[in-house]
Nanobody, 124 residues
Framework: QVQLVESGGGLVQAGGSLRLSCAAS????????MGWFRQAPGKEREFVAAISRTGGNTSYADSVKGRFTISRDNAKNTVYLQMNTLKPEDTAVYYC?????????????????WGQGTQVTVSS
C-alpha cells in the first residue's frame, strides 16, 4: 500500500521555524520527484517546493524563496521542508506529493500520489 505521511506541522509565532517531514512507503522513493503544496482556507492549493529524484535540483515558489528549503533522504524514504522566518500568510494545510516524471513540474496536476496533509498555523 502506497502511503505518504506528513508530520511536523503545528502552531508557531511569526518569525519562527518549523520542519515538515513526509515519510513514504510502498513505492520506490528514489524514482519520484517529491513536492510540497499548501492550501489556505478559501484558496486553491498552490505549489511550494519540489526536489528532483536525486536531490540535485530544487524549485520554489517565489513566495517562499530564501525562507524554505526542501531536501530528501532516499535512504530513509523521506522528504523534508525546512520553513524559516514564517509569516502569517504561510498558514495552510501542507501536503506532500510524489510525481513519477523526471522533470520538476510546479503544478499539482503532475503529481500522482498525495499525503493527507499537516496543518501549519503562524500567529502574528
Amino acid at each position: 500500500q502506497v502511503q505518504l505521511v506528513e508530520s511536523g506541522g503545528g502552531l508557531v509565532q511569526a518569525g519562527g521555524s518549523l520542519r515538515l517531514s513526509c515519510a513514504a512507503s510502498g513505492l520506490t522513493f528514489s524514482g519520484y520527484v517529491m513536492g510540497w503544496f499548501r492550501q489556505a482556507p478559501g484558496k486553491e492549493r498552490e505549489f511550494v517546493a519540489a526536489i528532483s529524484r536525486t536531490g540535485g535540483n530544487t524549485s520554489y515558489a517565489d513566495s517562499v524563496k530564501g525562507r524554505f528549503t526542501i531536501s530528501r533522504d532516499n535512504a530513509k524514504n523521506t522528504v523534508y521542508l525546512q520553513m524559516n522566518t514564517l509569516k502569517p500568510e504561510d498558514t495552510a494545510v501542507y501536503y506532500c506529493a510524489a510525481d513519477r516524471t523526471v522533470l520538476i513540474v510546479p503544478s499539482e496536476n503532475a503529481y500522482d500520489l498525495w499525503g493527507q496533509g499537516t496543518q501549519v498555523t503562524v500567529s502574528s
